[in-house]
């Protein structure tokens, strides 16, 4: 840890150490429907990070009382595998892993028609399978292709990245060398065609103009892999209907 | 925090109308907090304590120190350690058993609020790097839930920080011997967290519980002694704009400054 700090994150040319730029994503790769059991399923690669998600619903709420008389009820679980990061991490649910469940399924909720479906669960699962740094907001760019996937009527796509500031510059999709090196780090969701913004922290610390450039920043990177999921989720159709014409 | 679907819709609408109209069921305006009271080292055998009162909304915060092992990656540092309670007897809605995802959500954003400030020179709190460091435990306990646990959560346990004296000590051959007389624990930053609430598309500071229950979405900043921001977090199932969240940023700046001067004073 105490030879990491001496690397430098970013040279005097602005090239990160991974050669990326200050506003550029990692690579992304996106596919939805790879899943045989689940109603709706997507799989995405960010960078090193490779997290599967699911839905599962609408079906009938277990246990029974959970379920609502007006909408349905969204259920998350946003859970890491033991071998996804460098130490072994314990499967049981930590308090971060809880509180994740808790702020994701706040960020999709608003984007999915709940009283179209009352008495019913709508269940999501995020499995990060590898983790480098923005997990949060590539499982809900994920889930929530998931859920289109599934067939659930949408708002819109709710789509997320990370900005923060490393070594005093204000960078996009941070990954895990750079989040703990960094000063901060601000994750976000939204919908592109509603402006609304349905997942928003942050912690390290920031001059409030900082802040407010730094969600500008995020906002430009959600609306490029907007463009990227809406193309996966159509690619999809587009190689079901060569199939069926051939 | 506690999502309960069942307020009247003549109640909810009536909220809703007041609000657009500039104006609060309890008399308040929109940017207003209910009134602070705030009485520090009301528990004796806590290291520090706190209790706040947010209008009805009520909770206490004590802290402990204990010895411990510090985190491998930060071998030089005391560590900080804070988890909430929502505890049965402060709502009808709280159910005993193991902290759920409400009460954890609350203890991380209070968490991140010090943690991320650097309230507590961390630095000044190991004893033998690597081995032997300070644990400083803060427990937030709920005892009346009529809104706003977070920022009544905050200003508690800032001031029960600024109220823990730990004890005088020497190493010898590696043992801790206990000296006569105690210090304060040493604090170099004061956060305050500010929540809104977005009802029908407006803004309101300080959510009573009425108001949580019919609000769409909400939000929190943490502003540290310098004006800057260390910890937000959105929660509930609305979305915001960035409008209102630059306006938040804007009205959190001024609110933290009148609540940091009752909690420092105190």
Request: glycine share 6%.
């Amino acid at each position: 840890m105490a030879q990491r700090k001496l690397e430098k994150l970013i040279d005097k040319n602005d090239v990160r150490i991974d050669g990326r730029k200050l506003n550029e994503l990692r690579p992304v790769k996106i596919e939805v429907g790879i899943l045989g059991n689940a109603d709706g399923s997507a799989y995405i690669e960010q960078g090193k990070n490779k997290i599967l998600a699911a839905v599962y619903g609408p079906k009938e709420v277990h246990p029974r009382h959970l379920a609502l008389p007006d909408r349905a009820v969204l259920r998350c679980r946003y859970h890491m595998a033991p071998f996804s990061v460098e130490e072994r991490k314990s499967p049981a649910p930590s308090r971060r892993e809880m509180e994740l469940s808790k702020v994701i399924r706040e960020a999709l909720e608003p984007s999915v028609f709940v009283e179209y479906y009352p008495r019913t669960s709508v269940d999501i699962f995020i499995e990060v399978l590898q983790a480098d740094g923005g997990t949060r907001c590539a499982g809900i760019t994920a889930a929530s292709l998931a859920l289109a996937d599934a067939g659930i009527p949408m708002r819109d796509l709710v789509v997320a990245c990370a900005a923060g500031k490393v070594e005093g510059r204000l960078v996009l999709d941070l990954t895990d060398l750079e989040d703990k090196g960094g000063e901060a780090d601000v994750p976000l969701a939204f919908m592109p065609n509603l402006n609304a913004i349905t997942l928003l922290q942050m912690d390290g610390s920031l001059a409030i103009d900082e802040f407010e450039k730094l969600i500008n920043l995020a906002l430009d990177g959600c609306r490029h892999l907007y463009t990227l999921q809406k193309e996966t989720l159509k690619s999809k159709y587009v190689a079901v209907k060569e199939a069926v014409e051939e | 925090m506690t999502f309960s679907p069942t307020v009247a819709r003549v109640k909810q609408k009536r909220i809703a109308e007041l609000i657009s109209s500039g104006k609060r069921l309890d008399g308040r305006g929109l940017t207003d907090y209910r009134e602070v009271e705030l009485e520090a080292g009301i528990i004796e055998r806590a290291e520090g304590s706190a209790r706040v009162r947010l209008g009805k909304t009520e909770v206490m915060v004590g802290t402990k120190i204990e010895v411990g092992e510090p985190f491998p990656d930060v071998p030089n540092e005391g560590v900080l350690t804070v988890n909430a309670e929502l505890v049965p007897l402060a709502s009808p809605t709280f159910e005993p058993g193991p902290p759920d995802e409400n009460s954890i959500e609350l203890a991380r954003i209070v968490d991140r609020g010090i943690r991320e400030s650097k309230a507590i020179e961390l630095e000044k709190l190991c004893i033998e790097p690597g081995k032997k460091v300070f644990v400083i435990f803060v427990d937030v306990y709920v005892l009346n839930h009529d809104g706003n646990l977070i920022d009544a959560s905050a200003m508690a346990a800032l001031a029960a920080l600024l109220n823990t004296k730990m004890f005088n000590y020497e190493v010898e051959k590696g043992e801790i011997k206990v000296k006569p007389g105690y210090t304060p624990l040493p604090i170099r930053n004061h956060p305050v967290a500010v929540t809104f609430a977005k009802i029908d598309d407006k803004l309101v500071v300080d959510p009573w519980l009425e108001e949580e229950q019919v609000m769409d979405a909400r939000f929190t900043i943490t502003l540290d002694k310098d004006g800057k921001v260390c910890a937000v977090q959105k929660g509930g199932y609305g979305y915001f704009t960035i409008q209102q969240i630059l306006e938040a940023t804007k009205i959190a700046r001024e609110k933290t400054e009148d609540l940091r001067k009752l909690v420092v004073k105190s």
